[in-house]
């Protein structure tokens, strides 16, 4: 069992930026991918951005390219999401999910965090 949390998430406004992170109860990440995943009310849930922790290689929504960068600290066993230039539509509850490498599905999932954007 892979336990999640994420953290970091708030109000913000229009333009701002927020820093979230996702911490974990395993020593490493290492064979896993780390994903953001956020859900907005009355919406499907979207992916925001993948990393594979041993390589470093990124993925993101488009609605977020340019905008938002997935990073992670080895030495934490954090991986985080750097979110700027927020607009209104980015808020949603945010969730990281964990799964290996090799993988297509998602078993593991923090509890969210809420982000909300004022314009």
């Known amino acids: 069992q892979v336990q999640l949390v994420e953290s970091g998430g708030g109000l913000v406004q229009a333009g701002g930026s927020l820093r979230l992170s996702c911490t974990t109860s395993?020593?490493?990440?290492?064979?896993?991918?780390i994903g953001w995943f956020r859900q907005a009310p009355g919406k499907e849930r979207e992916s925001v951005a993948v990393i594979a922790w041993d390589t470093g290689a990124t993925s993101y929504g488009d609605s977020v390219k340019g905008r938002f960068t997935i990073s992670r600290d080895n030495a934490k066993n954090t991986v985080y999401l750097q979110m700027n230039s927020l607009k209104p539509e980015d808020t949603a509850v945010y969730y990281c999910?964990?799964?290996?490498?090799?993988?297509?599905?998602?078993?593991?999932w923090g509890r969210g965090t809420q982000v909300t954007v004022s314009s």
């Open positions: 999910a964990v799964r290996l490498i090799a993988a297509r599905e998602y078993p593991y």
């Open positions: 395993r020593r490493t990440f290492s064979s896993y991918a």
